[in-house]
Nanobody, 119 residues
Framework: QVRLVESGGGLVQAGGSLRLSCVASGSRFRINDMGWYRQTHGQQRELVAIITSGGSTNYGDSVKGRFTISRDNAKDTVYLQMNNLKPDDTAVYYC?????????????WGQGTQVTVSS
């Protein structure tokens, strides 16, 4: 069973930075995407950033140029560096891992970490 544990959330002023980390444990799978999603109360969960096992990345439009996703495959860890934070970035951030088996994706989620950006 895959377990994802996030850390690094907190309270920061607008314009500041935070770095989120997510460590995966349990089943080790070579072909997987790891990513971050966020959700505010009453809204759907939205993509923040994804990184494939090969290192390709994709970002949500609202964070392009401000956030950077990276991963350390040896440590089964994914990071999200968030710069120039805005109050609209306030949300619960969830780590995701999608394992690919014969073109079928299996999703695992962390418990979420709160990010609050004050104006």
């Amino acid at each position: 069973q895959v377990r994802l544990v996030e850390s690094g959330g907190g309270l920061v002023q607008a314009g500041g930075s935070l770095r989120l980390s997510c460590v995966a444990s349990g089943s080790r799978f070579r072909i997987n995407d790891m990513g971050w999603y966020r959700q505010t109360h009453g809204q759907q969960r939205e993509l923040v950033a994804i990184i494939t096992s090969g290192g390709s990345t994709n970002y949500g439009d609202s964070v392009k140029g401000r956030f950077t996703i990276s991963r350390d495959n040896a440590k089964d860890t994914v990071y999200l560096q968030m710069n120039n934070l805005k109050p609209d970035d306030t949300a619960v951030y969830y780590c995701n891992r999608r394992d690919w088996v014969r073109e079928t994706g299996y999703d695992y989620w962390g418990q979420g970490t709160q990010v609050t950006v004050s104006s």
